[in-house]
Nanobody, 116 residues
Framework: QVQLVESGGGVVQAGGSLRLSCTTS????????MAWFRQAPGKEREFVAR????????AYTSSVKGRFTISRDNAKNTVYLQMNSLKAEDTAVYFC?????????WGQGTQVTVSS
């Protein structure tokens, strides 16, 4: 059974930083693109960032460019989302996901709350 387990969420003041982590099995991690999504209350889930399985390409939604950085540690089967200069509108549940064709696997989510 494939599991993606997120951690690192919490409450932070506007302008602060958090680092989210997502750990999964090696079988998934080595061959799948890894991504972060988020869902704010009353809104649809939206794409945040993605890194290819080979780590040679990344993509970000425009609202987080220059503030968020996705990275992965292959030795630890972990993908990270470093979030800096957080804003109140970044408040959401953050999910990691694994993609080969479509997004086949999802984590349970971790709450990020940014207080203004």
């Amino acid at each position: 059974q494939v599991q993606l387990v997120e951690s690192g969420g919490g409450v932070v003041q506007a302008g602060g930083s958090l680092r989210l982590s997502c750990t999964t099995s090696g079988r998934i991690f080595s061959t799948y693109d890894m991504a972060w999504f988020r869902q704010a209350p009353g809104k649809e889930r939206e794409f945040v960032a993605r890194m290819s399985w080979s780590s040679n390409s990344t993509a970000y939604t425009s609202s987080v460019k220059g503030r968020f950085t996705i990275s992965r540690d292959n030795a630890k089967n972990t993908v990270y989302l470093q979030m800096n200069s957080l804003k109140a509108e970044d408040t959401a549940v953050y999910f990691c996901a694994a993609r080969r064709g479509g997004y086949d696997y999802w984590g349970q989510g971790t709450q990020v709350t940014v207080s203004s």
